[in-house]
């Protein structure tokens, strides 16, 4: 068994009945859907109604930083208090178009950290050239949660890891010039969660990514290691089921 513990579903070119049975016939056989601003946060909540194999993690990225209301607050609130809302997230900084409203993605960020804590739940941390700020806000906080799309150096990787974080691996691993190879060598799978970030970051390239992806990554990182496949798969399934705390067993 699989599981993709980060994608987008709710997207106008997707068929998402259709998506989630590629995804079984692919041995993913469940989701973490992830928001990100408050269109798709109340998108996702409705998903829980319709299937039962898809958890959420709620929360608002830090683009959105000079957009967020108090209703926006109040509302992912309401969110977390749903047992299949399993995290908050995607949440964190990104410095990558510059640092104008640097403090306003840092309260927005400790805002959700906060809301993280209240509620218990572990936190999906989106971070882009911003890797110092990021740790010193995770290190003010006693939280568990992924480090998304992890795409760092080992030193790096070995400083979320102190912390307790995972790191979370998709499709770019397979790229060619990708360095994380050399940093799953070093570290291991202890703490690595697949995700596809779907409909980005496709290990085919040219194809928009979808969360049956994940075999994909599984194989390949099955290879690198010279592991069978159904070990990397058990492995990284128990991860995230651990982290986030899935009633699936």
Do not use: W
Not at 90 to 105: A, F, N
Not at 189 to 199: A, C, H, K, M, Y
């Amino acid at each position: 068994m699989l599981i993709d513990s980060h994608c987008h579903l709710v997207n106008e070119d997707y068929n998402i009945d259709e998506i989630i049975e590629k995804a079984k016939e692919n041995d993913v056989k469940y989701l973490i859907v992830s928001g990100s601003e408050r269109d798709d946060n109340k998108l996702n909540i409705k998903l829980l109604d319709k299937y039962d194999n898809i958890f959420l993690s709620a929360g608002y990225h830090p683009s959105m930083a000079s957009s967020v209301t108090e209703d926006d607050y109040n509302f992912l609130e309401k969110c977390l208090m749903n047992d299949r809302v399993v995290a908050v997230g995607e949440i964190g900084l990104d410095y990558h178009y510059g640092k104008e409203d640097m403090e306003e993605q840092k309260e927005l960020f400790r805002r959700q950290l906060d809301l993280a804590k209240k509620y218990n739940k572990p936190v999906v941390i989106h971070t882009r050239d911003a890797f110092l700020d990021t740790y010193n806000i995770l290190r003010e906080y006693n939280l568990s949660g992924v480090i998304h799309c992890f795409s760092g150096s080992l030193e790096v990787a070995k400083q979320y890891l102190d912390l307790g974080y995972y790191l979370g691996i998709g499709g770019v691993v397979t790229f060619k010039n990708s360095k994380l190879k050399d940093v799953i060598k070093e570290i291991g799978l202890g703490r690595v969660v697949f995700e596809t970030d779907s409909p980005y970051l496709s290990p085919i390239r040219g194809e928009k990514n979808e969360p049956g992806n994940v075999k994909l990554v599984c194989e390949f990182i099955s290879d690198l290691l010279g592991l069978s496949f159904d070990e990397v798969a058990n492995i990284t399934s128990n991860n995230v089921i651990n982290l986030f705390r899935l009633n699936i067993r």
